[in-house]
Nanobody, 123 residues
Framework: QVQLVESGGGLVQAGGSLRLSCAASGRTFSMGWFRQAPGKEREIVAVISWSGNTYHSDSAKGRFTISRDNAKNTVSLQMNSLKPEDTAVYYC????????????????????WGQGTQVTVSS
């Protein structure tokens, strides 16, 4: 069993920045961030393999950066130039079975999820 503890959400004005962090209680391979806004389906934001290969969604590209520290079993998401449409609950996800070289993009392949952290961007 791996537990994921997220931190860093909050309220920010449009154009501002937030940094999300997620600490895993055990070793993981692919890790990432997904989000779900009210009335919408969960969507991928960014994921990173154990070896450091990343994928950022089109909406995140150029504004968000995912990174990880394998020694500390943590993954972070630096979010800059935030927009009101980024408002959502952000979930940390981790896979213990896939994603050593290539970051896993499918949410179905992640077997552990955090409790979620609210990010609200005001206009």
């Amino acid at each position: 069993q791996v537990q994921l503890v997220e931190s860093g959400g909050g309220l920010v004005q449009a154009g501002g920045s937030l940094r999300l962090s997620c600490a895993a209680s055990g070793r993981t391979f692919s890790m990432g961030w997904f989000r779900q806004a009210p009335g919408k389906e969960r969507e991928i934001v960014a994921v990173i393999s154990w070896s450091g290969n990343t994928y950022h969604s089109d909406s995140a590209k150029g504004r968000f950066t995912i990174s990880r520290d394998n020694a500390k079993n943590t993954v972070s998401l630096q979010m800059n130039s935030l927009k009101p449409e980024d408002t959502a609950v952000y979930y940390c996800a981790a896979s213990t079975g896939a994603g050593y070289l290539t970051a896993v993009r499918s949410a179905d392949e992640y077997d552990y999820w955090g409790q979620g952290t609210q990010v609200t961007v005001s206009s």
